[in-house]
């Protein structure tokens, strides 16, 4: 009987700590992502740092026109 409980008691903290490491992993890459979603640029990206040349109007019809194409694919 005493041997039961303790694999029960066991199973259960094994469980508990699976869950809790499991939500705090979840919390910290998602708080991570939120902050800097591009490794080393400090979380401030915008469409003028990855198009440099190109000016806003030209940047908001290139995004426009990619956004408004359907899903392809080419096997």
């Known amino acids: 009987m005493i041997c039961t409980n303790t ?4 199973l259960v903290g094994l469980l508990v ?3 809790l490491g499991a939500l705090l ?3 910290t890459s998602q ?3 939120a902050r800097d979603p591009i490794p ?12 440099p040349g190109m ?7 290139l995004v426009s026109e ?3 194409r359907p899903f ?4």
């Open 7 to 10: 694999a029960l008691l066991a």
């Open 40 to 51: 080393g640029t400090g979380g401030k990206v915008t469409f003028a740092d990855l198009y």
């Open 66 to 68: 990619t956004w408004s």
């Open 25 to 27: 992993a979840r919390r």
């Open 17 to 19: 700590a699976y869950a």
């Open 55 to 61: 000016s806003p109007s030209d940047i908001k019809t």
């Open 31 to 33: 708080r991570d992502i």
């Open 72 to 75: 392809a694919c080419d096997p």
